[in-house]
């Protein structure tokens, strides 16, 4: 969160509070875009804008058919390296990614559709590293520019990004999956058979796997692999590094009996 910073007095009133946006917004050349000077802007559209500012959630409103963006302090994390260069951007092309996902659905709004809400949401995006695995739940809702209802104007979103707590969880389903499996087996191929089953279907945590063993006279054994390994894509390691691993670990006869003793 922004910590407080002085108020410049001189400022237009709707940006005249604190944090780094309103700041931003103050000094912003807006005539550079589609809106004009701020001074020219409908009063409903000038609330809305002051609001979204003031507000500590995370908010963007984006105005006209061009979805020009105003956000907050709280959206500059959803945008990573896209901050600052967004502001008076263009939502199709900031969120270029995802537009095919959003697109529709907020111009249907724009036109005056009903308010829509979703909860753990899964959307990749691109923030700077990398395209990411991401998790929101949001509102979009119609905003007019008088304040009358239906009619050009823009959207507001207001969402809270979910991605640690539906990332953990998933994980955490996944940890309680292969000990319930393990728990179940009696014989330790079952073991190994039950634990494959359970990560071949990790694939939004797991890229590739491989299972390796050692018989009982210690040499390697080669069992299964799953994920992009099993296309080709790439491979999860060669089997003379295998071979050191497996002659420095107990086999997997080894742990069950100490496990069941």
């Given at each position: 969160?922004?910590s407080?910073?002085?108020?410049?007095?001189?400022?237009?009133?709707?940006?005249?509070?604190?944090?780094?946006?309103?700041?931003?917004?103050?000094?912003?050349?807006?005539?550079?875009?589609?809106?004009?000077?701020?001074?020219?802007?409908?009063?409903?559209m000038?609330?809305?804008?002051?609001?979204?500012?003031?507000?500590h959630?995370?908010?963007?409103?984006?105005?006209?058919?061009e979805?020009?963006?105003?956000?907050?302090?709280?959206?500059?994390?959803?945008?990573?390296?896209?901050?600052?260069?967004?502001?008076?951007?263009?939502?199709?092309?900031?969120?270029?990614?995802?537009?095919?996902?959003?697109?529709?659905?907020?111009?249907?709004?724009?036109a005056?559709?009903?308010?829509?809400?979703?909860?753990d949401?899964?959307?990749?995006?691109?923030?700077?590293?990398?395209?990411?695995?991401?998790?929101y739940?949001?509102?979009?809702?119609h905003?007019?520019?008088?304040?009358?209802?239906?009619?050009p104007?823009g959207?507001?979103t207001?969402?809270?990004?979910?991605?640690?707590?539906?990332?953990?969880?998933?994980?955490?389903?996944?940890?309680?999956?292969?000990?319930?499996?393990?728990?179940?087996?009696?014989?330790?191929?079952?073991?190994?058979?039950?634990?494959?089953?359970v990560?071949?279907?990790?694939?939004?945590d797991?890229?590739?796997?491989?299972?390796?063993?050692?018989?009982?006279?210690?040499?390697?054994?080669?069992?299964?692999?799953?994920?992009?390994?099993?296309q080709?894509?790439?491979?999860?390691?060669?089997?003379?590094?295998?071979?050191?691993?497996?002659?420095?670990?107990?086999?997997?006869?080894?742990?069950?009996?100490?496990?069941?003793?």
């Amino acid at each position: 969160m922004s910590s407080p910073t002085a108020v410049d007095g001189s400022r237009d009133p709707i940006f005249a509070c604190s944090g780094e946006m309103a700041e931003r917004c103050a000094t912003f050349d807006w005539s550079s875009t589609p809106l004009g000077e701020p001074s020219t802007w409908p009063a409903n559209m000038r609330a809305v804008v002051g609001m979204v500012l003031r507000s500590h959630f995370p908010m963007t409103v984006t105005w006209g058919d061009e979805f020009v963006m105003i956000y907050n302090d709280g959206y500059i994390p959803t945008l990573g390296s896209k901050h600052p260069s967004a502001l008076g951007g263009n939502l199709s092309h900031e969120f270029a990614e995802i537009w095919d996902e959003i697109g529709p659905r907020q111009r249907a709004i724009l036109a005056g559709g009903e308010a829509e809400s979703d909860e753990d949401v899964r959307f990749v995006l691109e923030r700077g590293s990398g395209l990411e695995e991401t998790f929101y739940s949001f509102c979009w809702s119609h905003v007019s520019l008088d304040g009358q209802g239906p009619g050009p104007g823009g959207v507001l979103t207001v969402l809270t990004e979910r991605t640690v707590e539906v990332v953990g969880s998933r994980r955490l389903a996944l940890l309680n999956a292969l000990a319930v499996g393990a728990a179940a087996a009696v014989e330790p191929d079952e073991a190994v058979e039950r634990t494959l089953l359970v990560l071949a279907e990790a694939g939004d945590d797991l890229v590739h796997g491989a299972y390796y063993g050692a018989d009982a006279a210690g040499s390697l054994t080669r069992g299964p692999r799953f994920g992009t390994a099993t296309q080709g894509a790439s491979r999860c390691g060669d089997d003379e590094t295998a071979q050191r691993v497996v002659e420095t670990c107990w086999s997997t006869a080894e742990l069950t009996e100490a496990q069941l003793e």
